[in-house]
């Protein structure tokens, strides 16, 4: 799976929104771009993924480059419980038998009131 | 829906004791996960069991961790003795094999310190 690279903190204004920035300048055509998230004294919780398009849920958006070689997870509108450490994991499809997610030491985000 | 329940949140003890946790998943979730995550760092993958057969225990430093699911439901993961380095919390997870493979659910998780 490729190696990830984050800024290890960000801080963020309440109310404005969050980029999260995750570089994956050796990702393969088949591999994934995964977020996780993981609030204080909490497990992680998945957020969105995309391969090459554009995603949006309510929580998130994902914005992919065009060569894939790096991705932003955007929070639209910060709120002071999106304080956490983000994960940004690149990973192959989605079946497979060991379907392991290998996580780096991610960013933390702080949103500021 | 009730999450992964995770027992106990904190355990203290002293290098060289024995300490267990458990984890009972997602009702329904044959795929369960032990991660271990130490301060500062993102979880590691320790042992992936489906049903109650091991898929992944490459990350168990066997010498000393042993995990079991015997009735492909609840797990127990074993630290025999602990060392100082193990302090760390210790996640469980487990996914549903018809939900979303990439969607794994977290525990909240167990505290331990070695002394």
């Known amino acids: 799976d490729a190696k990830t690279t984050q800024p290890p903190s960000m801080d963020c204004a309440e109310g404005r929104a969050a980029n999260l920035p995750c570089n994956h300048s050796t990702i393969s055509g088949n591999e994934y771009v995964y977020w996780y998230r993981q609030i204080h004294s909490q497990g992680p919780q998945y957020i969105i993924h995309g391969l090459k398009n554009n995603e949006t849920t309510e929580m998130a958006s994902l914005i992919i480059t065009e060569d894939r070689k790096s991705s932003t997870l955007i929070l639209p509108h910060a709120t002071l419980r999106d304080t956490a450490v983000y994960y940004c994991i690149v990973r192959r499809g989605y079946g497979g038998a060991t379907n392991k997610l290998i996580f780096g030491t991610g960013t933390l985000l702080a949103v500021q009131p | 829906e009730a999450g992964v329940a995770q027992s106990p949140r904190y355990k203290i003890i002293e290098k060289r004791q024995s300490v267990a946790f458990w984890c009972n998943p997602i009702?329904?979730?044959?795929?369960l996960y032990w991660y271990q995550q130490i301060l500062g760092q993102g979880p590691k993958l320790l042992i992936q069991?489906?049903?109650?057969?091991?898929?992944?225990d490459s990350q168990l430093p066997k010498d000393r961790f042993s995990a079991e699911r015997l009735k492909g439901v609840d797990s127990t993961l074993k630290i025999q003795p602990a060392k100082l380095e193990d302090s760390a919390v210790y996640l469980c997870?487990?996914?549903?094999?018809?939900?979303?493979?990439?969607?794994?659910?977290f525990g909240p998780g167990t505290r331990l310190t070695v002394l």
């Open positions: 069991f489906q049903n109650n057969g091991v898929v992944d």
């Open positions: 009702s329904g979730h044959a795929t």
């Open positions: 997870a487990s996914r549903s094999p018809s939900g979303r493979a990439y969607e794994q659910f």
